[in-house]
């Protein structure tokens, strides 16, 4: 009996690693069929887009909360109709949108004229795993529109990723593109990349960070752990977050650079805290001990851009001095030396064990800590407030993109800004509400037209985006570019 328990075990184990490796996407391949999970950030709903789909009929989009290795349709008696999802965020709210099933219920489109009789028929429903694993989701692609983005009704949980190591592949959800007989097109989960730079090494190795294209989350200290903003949000933390995950979970999801803007607190404790404008947010020192134990259990290279300097520094240096003699006690041998240059391949600095590269934005003390002090990365910020008008600055940059030449680093900032009234007026609704509005649209602008010659890639509430997948897509197919 405890040989068939173990037996039971292992091929559940060998089924497991089986459906994972399935899961794994095919970067080299642009026209293949793909699909994506997201979280959108101000209701934190789960988000499924695709792309390249066939987009007959039949077809669909399915949701579980396990890994489906096949699907199969029921007969069941048809229920009572649920009111239709709406979202104010994504693609998902355009005239059309398909429907989807909820974590209980069916949810159609209301038909007021539908008889009784109709309401009575049977229905078709999707399994997995013969019947083994409830599908939490079902989308219907609209026929002809081979790319989609939908937001569903589904809650996230950032418990999930809190939970996550350097061992998962999937974690919480998956989705699956099938055809009307159940096959399974294409699939996908919630991942992490905690090592996708060494695990590209045979093909990245010889490219200097310039070269890449590398995900960045922008004010990327700006976060809360165990926040949730459908309970505490206020006007200051409306404008003040930018990202849902702590350090950790950023770089365990793939983000390479990170924007820090510290400020200074003569008389705490801790003097350096993370800043967002005027708004205090994590101790600097917490930021530092994640980067570090990230970079000790992956041996990747990440980028610490520190900028602004927004409060406590005046206009003297002694701050400054300070503030680098501090870097330098906390990071130690992990700095890489500037002696390497821009110019260094990822090879040479792995080569040299010094992962953290720290991109300081002030001239004057680059100069004058010559051996741990990079230049700054170059942000390139449109200041814009509307998707029009962040799209065609993001164009602009990057089709008169002189700086390509160059080995010095550049960061694409894309998001939107509100001005100072209108955050007073909370007339944007909040930053969540405006990375929901630009997030997927981003997704698509840099994985359809703009990720070719793109370096850097900073985004508010990143796990909204597909920016990762999408870096690695390209730093997968770049060096045959």
């Given at each position: ?17 089986w459906t994972?490796a ?14 994506w ?19 007959n009929?039949?077809d669909?989009v399915?949701?579980t909360r396990?890994a489906?290795l096949?699907?199969q ?5 048809k229920r ?7 979202s ?13 099933v909820?974590?209980s219920?069916f949810?159609?489109?209301p038909?007021?004229s539908a ?5 009575e ?6 399994v997995a ?9 079902s ?6 529109l081979?790319?989609?983005w939908f ?7 950032y418990?999930?990723?809190r939970?996550?190591?350097i061992?998962?592949a999937?974690?919480g959800?998956w989705?699956?593109y ?5 096959n399974?097109?294409?699939k996908?989960c919630?991942?992490?990349?905690p090592?996708?730079m060494?695990?590209l ?8 960070l310039?070269?890449?294209f ?9 976060y809360?752990?165990?926040?949730d ?7 200051v ?7 849902d995950?702590?350090i ?13 803007r ?9 003097p ?9 947010q994590?101790?600097?020192q917490e930021?530092?001990?994640?980067v ?5 259990e992956t041996?990747?290279?990440v980028?610490?851009g520190?900028k ?5 520094f005046?206009?003297g240096?002694?701050v ?5 003699s501090y870097?330098r ?11 390497l240059?821009w110019?260094?391949?990822l090879r ?18 680059v ?8 230049g ?9 407030q509307t998707w ?18 160059s080995s ?5 900032m ?25 997030n ?7 994985r ?7 370096n ?8 909204g985006?597909?920016?990762v997948e999408?870096a690695?897509?390209?730093?997968t197919?770049?060096?045959y570019?």
């Open positions: 009996m405890v040989g068939k328990k173990i037996l039971q075990l292992a091929v559940m184990a060998l089924l497991a690693s994972e399935q899961t794994e996407p095919n970067y080299e391949d642009p026209s293949k069929l793909k699909v999970l997201t979280i959108s950030a101000r209701k934190r709903f789960l988000e499924v887009s695709w792309s390249n789909a066939p987009a009929e039949g669909h399915l949701v396990e489906p096949n699907f349709s029921k007969l069941l008696p009572t109709p649920l009111a239709a999802f709406r104010e965020e994504g693609s998902g709210s355009d005239e059309g949108a398909p429907s989807f909820p974590i219920g949810t159609i489109r038909d007021s008889s009784k009789e109709s309401k028929k049977q229905e078709k429903y999707w795993n013969g019947g083994a694993t409830d599908v939490v989701a989308i219907k692609p609209s026929q002809g081979s790319s989609q937001t569903t009704g589904i809650p996230y949980d418990a999930l990723s939970n996550v190591t061992q998962t999937c974690y959800f989705a699956s099938i055809d009307g007989q159940g399974i097109l294409a996908t919630l991942r992490v990349f090592r996708w060494n695990e090494k045979s093909k990245i190795g010889e490219m200097r310039r070269d890449l590398i995900p960045g989350s922008h004010d990327s200290g700006s809360r752990p165990n926040f903003p459908l309970l505490k949000e206020s006007l933390t409306k404008y003040a977050l930018t990202q995950e702590d950790r979970g950023q770089l365990m999801h793939g983000v390479r650079y990170l924007d820090i510290v400020g200074y607190y003569r008389h705490s404790p801790e350096f805290f993370i800043y967002h404008g005027i708004t205090k994590r101790p600097l930021v530092i001990n994640q570090k134990d990230f970079i000790y041996n990747e290279i980028i610490f520190l602004e300097f927004p409060v406590g005046g206009k240096l002694g400054h001095r300070l503030l680098i870097l006690d906390q990071f130690q041998d992990l700095i890489a030396h500037p002696t240059t110019r260094a391949s040479d600095i792995w080569a040299r064990k010094q992962n953290v590269v720290l991109a300081y934005d002030h001239e004057a003390m100069e004058e800590f010559p051996e741990i002090l990079f700054s990365v170059e942000q390139r910020w449109g200041n814009k029009a008008e962040l799209e065609t600055y993001l164009r602009t940059v990057n089709d008169f993109d002189v700086s390509r030449f010095r680093p550049v960061s694409d894309a998001e939107m800004t509100p001005e100072t009234w209108d955050v007073i007026l909370d007339k944007p609704g909040g930053l969540r509400k405006m990375a929901d509005n630009v997927w649209r981003v997704s698509q602008l840099y359809n037209e703009l990720g070719t010659n793109a850097i890639v900073s985004v508010d509430f990143i796990r985006t597909t920016i999408t690695i897509e390209y730093n197919r770049r060096i570019m």
